[in-house]
């Protein structure tokens, strides 16, 4: 296997030396002769624990070594390029090096017969891929991605400073192809990381790339912002989230983090609130934290206008409560959205599995009398009833047998799904929105 790596920067010389060791042959290529000449030297160009070493070790073994794009593309099976995605002023990324090194690389495609892969490892945001690097290497190839060449992506997770570790001992390896043999070569790159590996569509590769780059920014931001309100409510913020971050179940974990639809309830919004609140009394300024709010009331206001651009007026709504096996209706964004769309004159027919108007008795009973007698008298017995006379439906929650649920629609019904329902976008194509699939 030879690989080339054009951009010798902290990925792409982190990347070449690590290869190296794993017994890849690698080419790497960068417009700074001064990076080229370390590596070729087998010096390190950027601080790096343990980076010289590798970088030596792999220019004496002779699997390492330098050269032109068209030597580089002539010589490799996988052509990675790593170069800079730097921010324009604008905060848009600066594409220019990418554009750059996708046309050289097209234009030093040989037409040889031997199927090569173009990977990109920049970081690059959805769509990049496709609709810029591909049609610069096909333009200037003559070729055409997926028959005569590979296209894929393989984002990198490395921080600087701990990357060679990261290298070798990655939680996974993400390898974005639209086609099964681009993946196969990207593949055989790692065959020496015993990490598990990904395959997912290129688009989705790119994504994750910044969905872990916007959480690990969330949550830094979190932990910053919860010790300086401890701070001036008199605790220590590193105790906190000690304790906090001990709990593996509900922090610490992939609790919470299955999109769907707004957060409610009777404790998320109420505490949220009294922390924002107590924190703008006493000067700490918790944009983090206050945004989370508003991030909710954007998301509930996306389903309203979901229901909107259904058409429909006739709403069965499946789901009241705010969550799952619960009949609690305090804050629940379903009876917010309910309100909404009968305030703008929707007719609403509500099921819910876990509320059944015959069986209501005691606090639920009483805190729809009291705060929602509209809504107590548009509940529904019966879920079939409730499908028969809409015309569009609206699923909050799930309950046990809810997958059957794109089944029961009649052809001329359309799904506002909330919550990502398995199966039901193929099942009912165009009959379908999804909140965020
Ligand atoms: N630095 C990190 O820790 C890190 C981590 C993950 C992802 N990334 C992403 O990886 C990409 C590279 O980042 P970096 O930090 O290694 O950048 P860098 O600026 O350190 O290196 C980029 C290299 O590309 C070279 N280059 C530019 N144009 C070229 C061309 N036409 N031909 C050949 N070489 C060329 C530059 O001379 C430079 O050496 C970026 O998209 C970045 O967002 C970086």
């Known amino acids: 296997m030879n690989v080339a790596i054009i951009g010798l920067g902290y990925v792409g010389a982190v990347t070449a030396a690590c290869l190296a060791k794993l017994g890849v042959d690698v080419i790497g290529v960068d417009t700074d002769e001064h990076k080229v000449a370390a590596i070729a030297a087998g010096r390190s160009p950027i601080a790096e624990p343990g980076l010289d070493e590798l ?52 234009a030093s495609l040989p037409a040889d017969g031997r199927f090569r892969t173009v990977v990109v490892r920049s970081t690059v945001l959805p769509g990049t891929t496709d609709g810029e690097v591909r049609p610069r290497l096909e333009d200037a190839s003559g070729m055409v991605a997926g028959t005569h060449f590979g296209l894929a992506t393989n984002p990198e997770f490395l921080r600087e400073s701990s990357s ?22 990207v593949r055989a790159v790692y065959a020496g990381v015993p990490a598990p590996i990904y395959v997912v569509p290129i688009r989705t590769s790119e994504m994750v790339k910044y969905t872990d780059n916007a959480f690990h920014a969330v949550k830094i931001a979190f932990a910053n912002e919860i010790a300086s309100f401890a701070r001036a409510n008199g605790v220590d913020g590193r105790d906190v989230m000690k304790v906090m971050a001990a709990d593996d179940r509900l922090n610490i974990s992939t609790a919470y983090l299955r999109p769907g639809y707004a957060f409610g309830g009777s404790c998320l919004p109420k505490d949220l609130r009294a922390i924002t609140d107590r924190a703008r009394k006493t000067d700490v300024d918790l944009p983090l934290l206050d945004a989370a709010l508003a991030s909710n009331t954007a998301h509930f206001e996306r389903g309203v206008r979901l229901v909107e651009a259904s058409g429909r007026r006739n709403v069965g709504l499946l789901g009241l409560s705010f969550k799952s096996s619960t009949d609690d209706l305090r804050e629940s964004p379903a ?38 007698p509209h809504l107590g008298q548009l509940l ?26 794109a089944l029961r629609l009649r052809d001329d019904q359309v799904l506002v799904d909330l919550v990502g329902l398995p199966g039901a976008a193929d099942r009912l194509g165009d009959r379908y929105a999804g909140i965020g699939w």
Not at 80 to 96: C, E, K, R
Not at 337 to 354: M, Q
Not at 380 to 387: G, K, V
């Open 55 to 106: 970088l030596a070790e792999g220019v004496a073994s002779g699997r390492l070594t330098t050269g032109t794009i068209r030597e580089a593309v002539e010589r490799s099976d996988v052509i990675m390029i790593a170069v800079g995605t730097p921010s324009a002023p604008s905060g848009a990324l600066d594409l220019a090096a990418v554009h750059r090194v996708a046309e050289e690389v097209g």
């Open 164 to 185: 060679i570790r990261d290298f070798f001992e990655a939680s996974r390896t993400v390898i974005g192809a639209d086609d099964d043999r681009s993946a196969q070569m």
């Open 335 to 372: 009876v917010a959205l309910a309100e909404r769309l009968l305030g703008k004159g929707y007719r609403l027919s509500i099921y819910d599995e876990d509320i059944h108007p015959e069986r209501l008795r005691g606090a639920n009973r009483a805190f729809i009398d009291r705060h929602l």
């Open 380 to 405: 529904s017995e019966s879920l079939d009833a409730t499908i028969a006379g809409s015309d569009v439906l609206v699923l909050t929650k799930v309950w046990p047998d809810v997958e059957t649920l």
